[in-house]
């Protein structure tokens, strides 16, 4: 696996490395087909895992984020950062962060940044997927949103990642879960094993 595990834990982000590693084979796996995307980049620890996946079939990845934080970063929030709050807009930004991960992990020629909410850019997406990754907002019509737009890409045989599953209400959002239980009720997917939080669908049709 040729991943910089240093820049990994000096990264910040909320992916186990277990789970990231599942990106980086499916992704390798992925990118075979055609082009991979994730939705939710923050600081760019998944674009690692996912971007390397990407590199070995000299791949691409586009990574979607407007990087101005997700509902439970902002100010006052649990997960709020305040080095990655820029005073001078009065936002949070992580978008200097995430290129600083990319160019330290050898990445500017395999993952491409689109800066805005994801169904801006799916408006004008034509763009067959072999991935789609989906951890972005964690609200309920956040992820719902994100789903509906990006899982109608995905090719035959393509996978959907949905990040941050929990079954059980006091472990975590159920967001994110929701979205998984209506992608497999459609029909259209198979489940493979979960890593830890990381839900795994094959599309089948």
């Not at 994801?118 to 964690?138: C, K, M, N, Q, Y």
């Not at 990040?163 to 979205?179: C, L, M, Y």
Request: include cysteine; aromatic fraction near 10%; glycine fraction near 10%.
């Amino acid at each position: 696996m040729n991943l910089d595990q240093t820049l990994i834990e000096k990264t910040k982000g909320f992916l186990d490395p277990e789970e990231g590693s599942e990106l980086f084979a499916i992704a390798r796996e992925a990118s075979r087909m055609g082009p991979c995307l994730e939705i939710g980049s923050y600081c760019g620890k998944s674009a690692i895992y996912l971007g390397q996946g990407c590199k070995t079939n000299n791949g691409i990845l586009f990574s979607i984020d407007h990087h101005r934080g997700s509902e439970e970063q902002q100010p006052g929030e649990e997960y709020f950062d305040p080095a990655l709050f820029d005073y001078r807009v009065f936002a949070v930004d992580t978008l200097a962060a995430f290129r600083q991960t990319l160019t330290a992990a050898g990445l500017e020629a395999t993952v491409v940044p689109i800066v805005c909410r994801s169904e801006i850019a799916a408006r004008a997406w034509a763009t067959p997927l072999s991935l789609v990754f989906i951890d972005g907002g964690h609200s309920l019509e956040a992820a719902l949103t994100d789903y509906y737009c990006w899982h109608r890409h995905l090719m035959k045989g393509g996978y959907l990642l949905i990040h941050d599953i929990f079954e059980d209400p006091r472990a975590g959002g159920q967001a994110p879960h929701e979205v998984f239980k209506q992608a497999l009720a459609s029909g259209e997917y198979c489940a493979l094993p979960m890593v830890k939080t990381l839900g795994v669908l094959k599309k089948s049709v």
